[in-house]
């Protein structure tokens, strides 16, 4: 079994070095699909730009996804009409239907080799749910997306075990990885430039600047191209007030050889809560299935090799061929009201997030907008994804999902093991206990080394959890994730879980 995403398997091109450069128009922290399709627009359009990543191109969340490119988003098109109405809701699906055929264009005009490819989407009737009472719920779908402009049609034998269904023409699948190296290779050079392992550790403001390795750099626009955003310069109450409206959750993927023609490529997701998906596609040697599910808030189940079970028996159910041969999890942000957050939340400043299950495609859409607001031209969808918008469904979400920091911020402290003691930690273990008054993050490698480290999350003082499935220390309250070494992953913390220096006691 393979543990890593089947896009780690193409290896990146090797982007020559670049020294940060001392002023550009528009500088971007992150070089995932929002990132660098901004980039690669703005340069299009004559702008100086520079896409700084801590890692390297692809490393964060883009390269964890399952690859779907579609404009249905998670929360059903019913809801959003409810909850917002109809030409927010047509909006909505457009954006992501204007950024396939963005990115279709771009694949095409500048001879990126991506595998993309058009497919049918599905959303199909859970295989264990009463297809009664689902069938109704679809055909109304289907309907409700017909009288907005978008094609779709209900199926009452669907291609998923005859489950019923409902298409959407013109979804459509690619390899990130290989997209990304082809956005990267078009932004440098000419005076544009991605810089990897390239942390920007502080940004300040009048005039707006980035520290990056030491070095200052000057820009006229930011970027900030982060799953999570970075505070930046909007302020330390402001950012986190804009945090705790973010929900991150979990998600784990199975990656599986198909006998070839059992399932058509395209995208099929089921309407149970949260859904399961898969993605099918046609390779040289023949059918493979990733398959998805078993979200939860990050944080909230220790045991995630239980999610990876489960997952495994649920494909088994329903496509008893697959053979699986690889798993990986990803995490994807959830906001408050069902519609990503993409917009300005400072003077010059501009953020994305949010995306839900469709982090390629709004993550795309927010790198058109960041294009637009970088050259201050005005943008349809604007107004629907601002991130300083506010609804009363918005509000009463957020205040029943925050709920989490009080009760973890008290409950975990209380409930801290006081009796182990981090030698008797096995390997690929980890744990919180508490050292001689002090609580600490205990694990150990698989070759031996006890790591210990403060376990109260850097971004408002939760206590971490370990995650054995990923073997990562994951924060409750708002999705923080550390490697057992105690560097970030994923935000929205910044700083690293700082090491703690515990001497075993001798033996003898």
């Known amino acids: 079994m393979i543990h890593e995403p089947l896009w780690q398997a193409h290896a990146m091109p090797p982007i020559p070095a670049a020294a940060p450069p001392d002023h550009v128009d528009v500088a971007i922290i992150g070089a995932g699909i929002t990132g660098l399709t901004a980039a690669a627009l703005l340069k299009l359009s004559g702008k100086r730009v520079a896409v700084f990543e801590k890692d390297t191109v692809g490393s964060g969340e883009t390269g964890h996804t399952s690859a779907h490119l579609t404009y249905v988003t998670d929360t059903r098109l019913g809801t959003l009409i409810k909850r917002f109405d109809e ?14 055929n963005l990115i279709e264009g771009i694949v095409t005009e500048h001879r990126i080799d991506c595998d993309f490819h058009r497919v049918p989407g599905f959303v199909c009737n859970p295989v264990m749910e009463e297809e009664e009472e689902g069938s109704t719920a679809l055909a109304a779908e289907a309907a409700l997306a017909r009288s907005l402009g978008f094609t779709a049609a209900f199926h009452a034998l669907g291609p998923i075990r005859g489950r019923p269904a409902v298409s959407y023409a013109d979804q459509a699948i690619i390899h990130p990885r290989k997209y990304l190296a082809g956005l990267a290779r078009l932004v440098h050079g000419d005076g544009s430039c991605v810089c990897e392992h390239a942390e920007v550790t502080e940004i300040s403001d009048e005039p707006l600047t980035l520290t990056v390795g030491g070095t200052s750099v000057q820009c006229d626009y930011l970027v900030i191209a982060t799953h999570v955003p970075l505070a930046g310069v909007a302020g330390t109450v402001r950012a986190t007030l804009f945090q705790t ?3 991150p959750h979990s998600t784990y993927v199975l990656g599986a050889r198909l006998p070839s023609g059992l399932v058509a490529p395209g995208l099929y997701n089921d309407t149970s809560d949260p859904y399961y998906y898969l993605r099918v596609h046609e390779d ?6 990733i398959f998805g599910g078993e979200d939860h808030k990050t944080g909230k189940v220790e045991n995630t090799e239980a999610c990876y079970d489960r997952l495994q028996a649920t494909l088994t159910t329903i496509l008893p061929e697959a053979q699986v041969d690889r798993r990986w999890s990803g995490q994807v942000i959830e906001s408050n009201d069902g519609l990503p957050y993409i917009g300005e939340t400072a003077a010059r400043q501009f953020v994305g997030t949010g995306f839900a299950g469709n982090g390629l495609t709004f993550g795309t859409v927010s790198g058109m907008m960041a294009h637009d607001a970088a050259l201050n031209l005005a943008n349809p969808w604007k107004k629907i994804f601002n991130p300083s918008r506010q609804d009363v469904a918005g ?22 093991d006081r009796k ?4 008797s930690i096995e390997p690929g273990q980890g744990k919180v206990i508490v050292v001689e008054g002090r609580r600490v993050a205990c694990s150990r490698t698989d070759n031996g080394e006890l790591i210990v480290l403060e376990a109260e999350c850097t ?11 990923e073997q990562t220390w994951d924060c409750p309250c708002h999705g923080s994730r550390f490697a057992p070494d105690g ?12 090491r703690v220096e515990y001497l075993v006691p001798d033996a003898t």
């Open 459 to 469: 971004h408002m003082g939760c206590v971490v959890r370990w995650n054995v499935g």
């Open 245 to 247: 409206k973010l929900f």
């Open 87 to 100: 030409d927010t809701a047509r909006l909505a699906w457009e954006a992501g239907a204007v950024a396939i």
């Open 420 to 423: 182990t003691l981090p030698e």
């Open 395 to 416: 509000v009463v979400s957020s205040v029943r999902e925050g709920i989490d920091y009080p009760l973890h911020y008290i409950a975990d402290r209380l409930r801290t």
């Open 487 to 498: 560097a970030v992953i994923g935000g929205p913390a910044e700083t690293p879980l700082q």
């Open 284 to 289: 040289a040697t023949g059918a493979y299935a």
